[in-house]
């Protein structure tokens, strides 16, 4: 089965820093990656995804990279701010999964002023 | 921008009640998810469905079942609500029949049973 691994669990910077979030996954037949955003209470926003012949795409401040050969995607975050603050899932569609998602436990980010 | 609406965002209910959790999205996507999300476990695959009345169970279906009647609309029932059963739970939609599509969420619905 599909595992998804995100380190750290627990981040805090303060603002304007650049940080990067890891997530890492067992099997490398996967069809796409998914990086999303979690507001305390709320539901998920997503924020980039990534298709599996794809290396890396960009939103704004974010960009997010795939190397399905090691099992490892990047989210890179260019001068944080305090309304970053959140956690911050990956999920990988593929492998015996089929549909569905297989979710990390996140990365909860606390960016200070 | 992809709307996915649960109806009720808060609900408490007593411990052998029937629940019904509605979800429903207005951007005519064929697949449909329901998810749990507990403290430290993470979010867990209750069900999907990939068409009309087609289902197919995730990771704990056991005390869940489904309905999809309508292209738009998922339904997730707990046919008799227990303890174990707190817990929010997310509804997810995404296009396409391949395994491409991208995934949007609702707002979740907190269901406290007593």
């Known amino acids: 089965k599909q595992e998804v691994t995100q380190i750290p669990a627990a981040l805090s910077v303060p603002e304007g820093e650049n940080l990067v979030l890891n997530c890492s996954f067992t099997?490398?037949?996967?069809?796409?990656l998914q990086w999303f955003r979690q507001d305390p209470g709320k539901g998920l926003t997503s924020l980039l995804l990534?298709?599996?012949?794809?290396r890396e795409q960009t939103s704004g401040r974010l960009n997010a990279s795939l190397d399905k050969s090691s099992g490892r995607s990047t989210l890179y975050i260019a001068a944080s701010q305090p309304g970053d603050s959140a956690t911050y899932l990956c999920?990988?569609?593929?492998?015996?999964?089929?549909?569905?998602?297989?979710f990390g436990k996140g990365t909860s980010l606390l960016v200070t002023p | 921008d992809v709307k996915v609406t649960q109806s009720s965002r808060y609900l408490v209910k007593r411990t052998g009640e029937k629940v019904f959790l509605e979800c429903v999205q207005d951007?005519?996507?064929?697949?449909m998810f329901w998810y749990r999300q507990d403290p430290g476990l993470g979010l867990r695959l209750i069900y999907f469905?990939?068409?009309?009345?087609?289902?197919e169970k995730g990771d704990i279906p056991e005390g869940y079942s489904v309905s999809r009647e309508k292209k738009e609309r998922f339904s997730l029932i707990l046919e008799s609500a227990s303890t174990n059963q707190t817990s929010m739970y997310l509804c997810?939609?995404?296009f396409g029949t391949g395994n491409t599509g991208e995934l949007f969420f609702g707002e979740g619905s907190r269901l406290t049973v007593l």
């Open positions: 990534i298709q599996s012949s794809q």
């Open positions: 469905s990939y068409d009309v009345k087609m289902k």
């Open positions: 999920a990988v569609r593929g492998g015996d999964s089929g549909y569905a998602l297989n």
């Open positions: 951007m005519d996507h064929e697949n």
């Open positions: 997810a939609s995404s």
């Open positions: 099997d490398s037949a996967i069809y796409n």
